[in-house]
C-alpha cells in the first residue's frame, strides 16, 4: 500500500473518530459472506457504521488523537478487526449480543464509549446496559412527570372531590 494511500484513510478514520467519538473493535475472523452480510444490513438499520481496517493504520489513527489509555488497545488490535461507529452508545454491543446469540461472530475485543475504555467480550453485558441520551433523558421526565401525575389522579378520584370541595371552600371564605 503506497503511502498517500495510508495517509488518506488515516485522515477518513481521523475524520469519522471527530464525527462519532465512541467506537467498538470487534473480532469477525471466520464470518461467511452471508452472515457478514446480514451484519452490514443490521448495521446499516442501526445507524453503525462498519469499517474493516488494517490494525496498525487504526492504532495510528489512535495515537494520533491520543486520547488518555489509548495504548491499551495495542494488545487488541490483532487479527482481522472491524471498527464499529455509532453516536447511540449502546448500540453496537446490542447488535453484537444479538449477533453472538448463537455462538458466532462478531466478537467484542474493545471498546471506547463515554471516555471509557473497555476490554474484553466480557464487558459486553456492561457496554449493552449503558443508557443513550435518549433513554436519560426519557427516564428523567418520566421521574418529573410522575410527580404531576399522582397529583392531578388525587384530584380527579373521589377523594379528590372532597379536597376540591374544601379548597373551593376556603377560597370562598374571607
Request: net charge positive; hydrophobic share 35%; glycine share 8%.
Given at each position: 500500500m503506497k503511502k498517500e494511500l495510508k495517509a488518506q484513510i488515516i485522515e477518513n478514520l481521523a475524520a469519522q473518530l471527530e464525527e462519532t467519538p465512541g467506537f467498538y473493535v470487534t473480532d469477525i475472523?471466520?464470518?461467511?459472506?452471508?452472515?457478514?452480510?446480514?451484519?452490514?444490513?443490521?448495521?446499516?438499520?442501526?445507524?453503525i457504521?462498519?469499517?474493516?481496517?488494517?490494525?496498525?493504520?487504526?492504532f495510528?489513527?489512535?495515537e494520533?488523537?491520543?486520547?488518555?489509555?489509548?495504548?491499551?488497545?495495542?494488545d487488541v488490535l490483532k487479527g482481522s478487526s472491524a471498527i464499529m461507529f455509532t453516536n447511540v452508545a449502546n448500540a453496537p454491543a446490542k447488535l453484537i449480543k444479538e449477533?453472538?446469540?448463537?455462538?458466532?461472530?462478531?466478537?467484542?475485543k474493545a471498546a471506547y464509549v463515554q471516555d471509557c475504555i473497555f476490554i474484553g467480550k466480557e464487558n459486553l453485558e456492561t457496554l449493552v446496559n449503558i443508557k443513550s441520551k435518549d433513554e436519560l433523558l426519557g427516564e428523567?421526565?418520566?421521574?418529573l412527570q410522575s410527580p404531576m401525575q399522582n397529583v392531578i389522579s388525587a384530584?380527579?378520584?373521589?377523594?379528590?372531590?372532597?379536597?376540591?370541595?374544601?379548597?373551593?371552600?376556603?377560597?370562598?371564605?374571607?
Open positions: 475472523e471466520g464470518l461467511n459472506a452471508e452472515n457478514t452480510t446480514k451484519l452490514r444490513r443490521a448495521c446499516f438499520e442501526k445507524d457504521k462498519m469499517i474493516l481496517v488494517k490494525n496498525t493504520l487504526f495510528k489513527v489512535l494520533k488523537k491520543a486520547f488518555e489509555g489509548y495504548e491499551q488497545f495495542k449477533f453472538s446469540a448463537d455462538g458466532n461472530k462478531p466478537e467484542l428523567i421526565i418520566g421521574m384530584l380527579k378520584s373521589q377523594s379528590g372531590d372532597k379536597v376540591a370541595g374544601i379548597v373551593k371552600t376556603l377560597s370562598e371564605k374571607e
